[in-house]
Nanobody, 117 residues
Framework: QVQFVESGGGLVQPGGSLRLSCVGTGFNLSSNNIGWIRQTPGKEREGVACISSINGPPILYRESVKGRFTISRDNVKKMVYLQMNSLKPEATAVYYC?????????WGQGTQVTVYS
């Protein structure tokens, strides 16, 4: 059974930092590209960053987070991380991790990130 568990979110002031963690089980994490996706009420989900199954490129980021967010993975621990620095209010959303879009059948509960002064 494919499962994702996201954690690390919270309330942070603009300019602050958070590190999100994702545990993926029930499938071979190392054989899958994994991405972070976020969603706010009334807005469709949007990709934030993704990392390939290979330890190295390609790593892709949404243009608005480049230079501030860093995605990484640990295949042994079956975990994917998202380090978020210099957070802006527009980053407020529920953050999810998942496979490539065509394989996004199961979703975790996500972790809430709120950037507010």
């Amino acid at each position: 059974q494919v499962q994702f568990v996201e954690s690390g979110g919270g309330l942070v002031q603009p300019g602050g930092s958070l590190r999100l963690s994702c545990v993926g089980t029930g499938f071979n994490l190392s054989s899958n590209n994994i991405g972070w996706i976020r969603q706010t009420p009334g807005k469709e989900r949007e990709g934030v960053a993704c990392i390939s199954s290979i330890n190295g490129p390609p790593i892709l980021y949404r243009e608005s987070v480049k230079g501030r967010f860093t995605i990484s993975r640990d295949n042994v621990k079956k975990m994917v991380y998202l380090q978020m620095n210099s957070l802006k209010p527009e980053a407020t959303a529920v953050y999810y991790c998942n496979k490539d879009p065509q394989r996004r059948r199961y979703w975790g509960q996500g972790t809430q990130v709120t950037v507010y002064s």
